[in-house]
């Protein structure tokens, strides 16, 4: 046999059919996989360094390209940590709003949401770089008022989804502010200090409060301003 034959025969099908090859990525396909690449590579780093501690090099280096890949795709530091953390902040709150628009039953969208609470935990902990992003984002009102709109319009998400969880579906505060109740305990820092709770407690704690305090209420009574 030979090498031609050999290799022929190396990506047969047992039926002694070729293999069909994978199709060749687009060039936007081949940049967006490195984008995702130097991106989870970025989370890595910068979640085991923090902001300062981490390098362009280092983050280039656990993703396996070169600095001049990096700097093709991000035109600095800053402009990585904040693309990083959109990212990671966006498909956590969209994998919520997945979860919880399966489902209609209160009890169940709570649980829901403690699970997915305490879930983070097994993603690139962005708890640890919130003040990081916060001070950053103070340094540059332009950053600031560009994650202000992202915030909220993710906490809107969340909170459109948990006015199931009240009699008529009428909350008793803006859904903005109940997405943001959600969203601050699941990212905050004091549970990472104290074994004893999780974010998923205390968020399960705060909604079935307001539920309860405000089931028995008349739609007609609750606080206005809601949409």
């Known amino acids: 046999m030979t090498d031609q034959d050999a290799s022929a025969a190396a990506i047969a099908t047992p039926a002694g059919i070729p293999a069909a090859r994978p199709p060749r990525l687009t060039r936007e396909q081949s940049r967006a996989r490195t984008r995702e690449r130097l ?3 970025a989370a890595v780093v910068f979640t085991r360094e923090g902001y300062a501690g981490a390098s362009i090099d280092r983050i280039a280096e656990e ?13 600095s530091k800053d402009e990585l940590f904040f693309a990083m953390f959109d990212f990671y902040a966006l498909g956590q709150a969209n994998e ?6 399966a489902l209609d ?21 962005l708890r640890l770089l919130v003040v990081d992003m916060a001070r950053l984002a103070r340094a540059d009102a332009a950053v600031a008022a560009r994650h202000t709109r992202m915030f909220d319009d993710e906490w809107h998400q969340v909170g459109s989804r948990l006015t199931k969880i009240f009699p008529g579906g009428v909350p008793p505060v803006p859904v903005l502010q109940l997405g943001a109740l959600v969203m601050d305990i699941a990212y905050g820092n004091a549970t990472q200090l104290h074994a ?3 974010a998923g407690d205390l968020i399960g704690l705060a909604l079935r409060a307001l539920r309860d305090a405000y089931g028995a209420r008349p739609a007609a009574s609750a606080r206005p301003g809601n949409a």
Request: hydrophobic residues 40%; negative net charge.
């Open 196 to 198: 004893g709770l999780t």
């Open 96 to 101: 919520l709003c997945r979860r919880l628009d």
């Open 39 to 41: 991106l989870a590579s």
């Open 105 to 125: 039953d209160p009890d169940a969208l709570i649980a829901a949401v403690c699970d997915w609470a305490d879930g983070m935990r097994h993603e690139p902990d």
């Open 63 to 75: 993703a396996g390209y070169s600095k001049g890949a990096m700097y093709s795709n991000f035109a």
